[in-house]
């Protein structure tokens, strides 16, 4: 995105939602599947964009670099603040002001094995509404 999309982009914002609720015990869970099972492991997004230890570090870089404040959000968070029953996880949604654009859906994030094809799915849906 372009520096000329600043003012405009920060009324906007990209939530991430991953397909994994929130809290200790669901962490510790999901760490163990991922873990020991990664191939039944739910969350694509989770398994692209995190280690055993936390987010990855070029994935945290790609995500300060965008010119649009970015949010990660587990379902369950989500479904509190967002009245989308239909919503189907992992995707990322974005905000401008009152409205919520779906800009990756699941199927799409379910499709990404690396942080690049992440980046660069983000980056080409973005340059879209650019």
Known sequence: MSSSN???????????????DSGLFNQAKDY????????????QLCAVSYGNFGMKKDWK????????????LHKDEFNEEFDMP????P??????SSDLE???P??????????????????????TIS
Do not use: W
Not at 6 to 20: H, K, P, S, T
Not at 63 to 72: A, G, M, N, Q, W
Not at 86 to 89: L, P, S
């Open 102 to 104: 779906l800009i990756v």
């Open 6 to 20: 600043v003012g405009r982009n920060a009324q906007m914002e990209l939530i991430f939602v991953y397909n994994a």
């Open 86 to 89: 239909d919503a189907k996880f």
């Open 32 to 43: 163990f599947h991922k873990l020991l099972r990664p191939k039944t492991y739910p969350c």
């Open 61 to 72: 870089e790609y995500v300060d670099s965008l010119e649009i404040p970015v949010r990660f």
């Open 91 to 96: 995707c990322a949604y974005l905000r401008n």
């Open 106 to 127: 699941r199927k799409e994030m379910n499709k990404v094995k690396t942080i690049p094809e992440l980046e660069d799915l983000v980056n080409k849906k973005l340059n």
